[in-house]
């Protein structure tokens, strides 16, 4: 997400754009001392005059703001991500949305989350996201993954304890239907986490646990090898903010299954690129999944429509037009900037 945003400011202000970041890379790990360097070097830039105005990626890198003088104290707007802002505010937290200038969220399902929760937050402007252009270029790797039939059902997500609303427990209690009225079906989880022992567990237990496959973290290159060989995608969440995953499975023209509980219905059209469940339903997911795997010339006209939505509708152009008008909008920039 930070690096689609950073993709707008380097493509458009490369001279004028600077990029102060927290998390590090390399160990996919936050320190104290990153935190500190972080906010000591968001401060020097207020008070020393470097920067006018700072976009924050994220609600928690916004926090530093109330520590900056205020005679020092710059503009500034927040990005929103959904889960992150649903949850109860602190009132620390409520006051550094408050302050801000600019709210920005990644849909409009967020936006209107929040501030039915916080009604006197201020207006949220929703920009839903989008693609980075390699997002599905590039070659392919498939060397060590399972090899997969033409009914795999893929699922990428993290399996974490705190993220059980991603629906893979939903998906597993449905299998055993699949499998019934789809004998070669595979059910391909990719993601790893603190919660993948219990899942791996619950799906041993299962029926139909011979044709579930856990694959741990995929790098990139094999992910995408994935998405080419798989006939449907799945992640019937209850808490997506946005769901990036629906476009990228879009993108690889695969027919999407989300839920009715979260942002998917504005990226997923229901009956058109895909289908739309109730996560409660276990039958009902069970029901959708078997009739895409079973009707190939449904599913695949659903994947070429999604190709088109996301061509369409999340390219990074869109995105790229869509956040540039907002900081125009709120005096940001004086004007949209040439290409």
Known sequence: MSDLIWRVFQQHWASRARLITMFRRETRTTTLLD?????????AAEAFGRTDWILFSHLALAQVQPAVPGPLRCRYGVFLHGIEAWKALSTFEQRVLFAADLRIANSHYTAARIMDMYPNIGPIDACPLGLLPAACDGPTDGTGLPALGRHAVLVVGRMIGSERYKGHDQLIDAWPQVASRVPDAQLVLVGSGDDEPRLRQRAAESTAGASIVFTGFV???????LYD?????????????????????????????GSIHDAAPEVIVDGVTGRLVDQGDVEGIADTLAMLLLDEPRRRAMGEAGHIRVMKEFSFDRFSDRLRELLRAHSVIPAIAPN
């Open 35 to 43: 935190k500190a360097r972080f906010t000591l070097t968001v401060m």
């Open 219 to 225: 790098a990139k290159p094999a992910l995408t090898a």
């Open 229 to 257: 060989r798989a006939a449907v995608f799945a992640l019937p969440s209850r808490g997506e903010g946005f769901g990036l995953v629906y476009l990228e499975a879009m993108a690889h023209r695969l027919a999407c299954v």
